[in-house]
């Protein structure tokens, strides 16, 4: 992706690929100094383990419901985590589709 230049992106236009966590994501913007986007989907009964990111996370929930710190959140539930929050386990009994910000890094550190 251009660093210095407008463009659009269409979800569908992404193909799904394995996080880390063996979740499946679709890259949206991935900016070397800047903001990163992603689409995720976790499947019923699938677990992300207790993690955290090094820069500041915001995560939207587009459909399903996801259980995140022992509460269970459905569609238009928005989260703000700081950079180096501990969170999760993450799981959900419905899978669930979000999206994703960070404003640096995104890698997960378990």
């Known amino acids: ?4 230049a407008e463009f659009v992106i269409h979800v569908n236009e992404v193909p799904w690929s394995a996080g880390k966590t063996g979740l499946k994501r679709k890259t949206l913007v991935e900016l070397a100094d800047g903001p990163k986007a ?8 699938e677990v992300v383990p207790r993690h955290k990111h090094p820069s500041n996370e915001v995560m939207y929930i587009l459909e399903g419901e996801l259980e995140m710190d022992g509460k269970v959140h459905g569609p238009g539930t928005c989260y703000y985590k700081p950079k180096d ?5 993450l799981t959900t009994r419905t899978g669930v589709s ?8 995104d890698a ?3």
């Open 1 to 4: 992706m251009q660093q210095n």
């Open 38 to 45: 992603r689409m995720v989907r976790i499947e019923p009964g």
């Open 85 to 89: 929050w501990f969170y999760g386990p």
């Open 98 to 105: 979000v999206l994703l910000f960070f404003d640096g890094p």
């Open 108 to 110: 997960v550190q378990i």
